[in-house]
T-cell receptor
Framework: DTAVSQTPKYLVTQMGNDKSIKCEQNLGHDTMYWYKQDSKKFLKIMFSYNNKELIINETVPNRFSPKSPDKAHLNLHINSLELGDSAVYFC???????????????FGEGSWLTVV | DAKTTQPNSMESNEEEPVHLPCNHSTISGTDYIHWYRQLPSQGPEYVIHGLTSNVNNRMASLAIAEDRKSSTLILHRATLRDAAVYYCILRRHRTGTASKLTFGTGTRLQVTL
């Protein structure tokens, strides 16, 4: 069973379109994340949700809107796509528990977005 | 999060041990040292983490300097499947709160026959 699964794996779309990437985790974690890896391979956090509440919101354009219908899902909606949005988007999850000291983060396999 | 410094790339022969260094001279007392790796076309994968003492798990060992200003990830016998980018990351942990992973450029490990 895939622990953190993302769909679609590949997405090619035109500038100006609106698209969504879905993410689900079956690990029972209470926290989920979206990371972006650009063409230079830098991985940066975009958002984090804990029990459906936004807790980390890095400097990301308003065109990006995460939505968490429940703690097992965190979807990423992108409006008015631009060429610079082309990247690999990784969903991830972890468990924040009292006394945990590692908060290992588990990543999905990524969604390759290409904007043309 | 405090910064880490790693070599851009390293090479190893298969079946030989690999020592991947990481410097983190500005580490604070509550920073855990985490290592993740990213295989080609995959998401990052947890390898190991530690605070002060050396750590071992089925994937690797983590040796932490006494002053905690550096650490070394040890792969005891490198295989071709270990070819990846290895990231050394400091995470300031506060119980009950999320802490993000701040990735640097990592070390690209090449493993050859």
């Amino acid at each position: 069973d895939t622990a953190v699964s993302q769909t679609p794996k590949y997405l090619v779309t035109q500038m100006g379109n609106d698209k969504s990437i879905k993410c689900e985790q079956n690990l029972g974690h209470d926290t989920m994340y979206w990371y972006k890896q650009d063409s230079k391979k830098f991985l940066k956090i975009m958002f984090s949700y804990n029990n459906k509440e936004l807790i980390i919101n890095e400097t990301v354009p308003n065109r990006f809107s995460p939505k968490s219908p429940d703690k097992a899902h965190l979807n990423l909606h992108i409006n008015s796509l631009e060429l610079g949005d082309s990247a690999v988007y990784f969903c991830a999850s972890s468990q924040i528990t009292q006394g945990s000291h590692g908060n290992t983060i588990y990543f999905g396999e990524g969604s390759w977005l290409t904007v043309v | 999060d405090a910064k880490t410094t790693q070599p851009n790339s390293m090479e190893s022969n298969e079946e030989e041990p690999v020592h991947l260094p990481c410097n983190h001279s500005t580490i604070s007392g509550t920073d855990y040292i985490h290592w993740y790796r990213q295989l080609p076309s995959q998401g990052p994968e947890y390898v190991i983490h530690g605070l002060t003492s050396n750590v071992n798990n089925r994937m690797a060992s983590l040796a932490i300097a006494e002053d905690r200003k550096s650490s070394t990830l040890i792969l005891h016998r490198a295989t071709l499947r270990d070819a990846a980018v290895y990231y050394c990351i400091l995470r300031r942990h506060r119980t009950g709160t999320a802490s993000k992973l701040t990735f640097g450029t990592g070390t690209r490990l090449q493993v050859t026959l």
